[in-house]
């Protein structure tokens, strides 16, 4: 079965710093990768995905992330966090190729991110 | 461009009262549909899906029930809530070019008291 581990419950980070958040997988193939944001009462944006390919992914607002499968890992990243970028992160995996067709995701916990200035 | 509605946004029960939650997506036809539960503190448990009218697959058993009256309309039902009920409930759809993709719903906040 597949399984996400996002290992930060919270993180703090200045206006203008960089950012890293960090999302393990566990799946038996090639997975399909997704990062989404939430802000509080709101419904999950996606940032980026990764389904094959370049391993350095683009997203909108300025993140990034890069697949690396020796580490099976999907980090997100971005060069300089805004105040407005402040909200919960969510990494998932989706199992590729399957009957389904598109599938069942699999989600982590979310990582919460606030911004002081 | 395709869009997913949800309602209500906000939601307080009694305990025992019965639920109805509506999801519809426009833009897109035959539409894979989701229900997720987001308890506070954790993250999403898929609920139900459905790959067409009539067919619905549950993921976890509970007292919630799902159904799909029309091809972009997605409805979760109780008959009884439960305390453990309460949570924001997520639709989301996937379909169309990006089949392996999903997209979210606004969601509703469900408290049970």
């Known amino acids: 079965a597949q399984s996400v581990t996002q290992p930060d419950i919270h993180i703090t980070v200045s206006e203008g710093a960089s950012l890293e958040l960090r999302c393990n997988y566990s799946y038996g193939a090639t997975p399909y990768l997704f990062w989404y944001v939430q802000s509080p009462g709101q419904g999950l944006q996606l940032l980026l995905k990764y389904f094959s390919g370049d391993t350095l992914v683009q997203g909108i607002k300025g993140f990034e992330a890069e697949f690396k499968r020796s580490q099976s890992s999907f980090n997100l990243r971005k060069p300089s966090v805004h105040w407005s970028d402040a909200a919960e992160y969510f990494c998932a995996v989706g199992a590729s190729g399957s009957n389904f067709g598109n599938e069942k995701l699999t989600f982590g916990t979310g990582t919460r991110l606030t911004i002081i200035p | 461009s395709q869009t997913i509605h949800q309602w209500p946004a906000t939601l307080v029960q009694p305990v025992g009262s019965p639920l109805s939650l509506e999801c519809t997506v426009e833009?897109?036809?035959?539409?894979?549909l989701y229900w997720y539960r987001q308890a506070a503190g954790r993250g999403l448990q898929l609920l139900f899906y459905?790959?067409?009218?009539?067919?619905i697959s549950s993921e976890v058993p509970q007292n919630l029930s799902a159904s799909r009256p029309q091809d972009r309309q997605f409805i979760l039902s109780s008959k009884k809530l439960l305390l453990s009920d309460s949570g924001f409930y997520l639709c989301?759809?996937?379909?169309?070019?990006?089949?392996?993709?999903?997209?979210f719903g606004p969601g509703t906040r469900l408290t049970v008291l």
């Open positions: 459905s790959v067409g009218i009539g067919q």
């Open positions: 989301a759809w996937s379909g169309g070019l990006n089949t392996d993709t999903q997209y």
């Open positions: 833009g897109t036809s035959n539409p894979n």
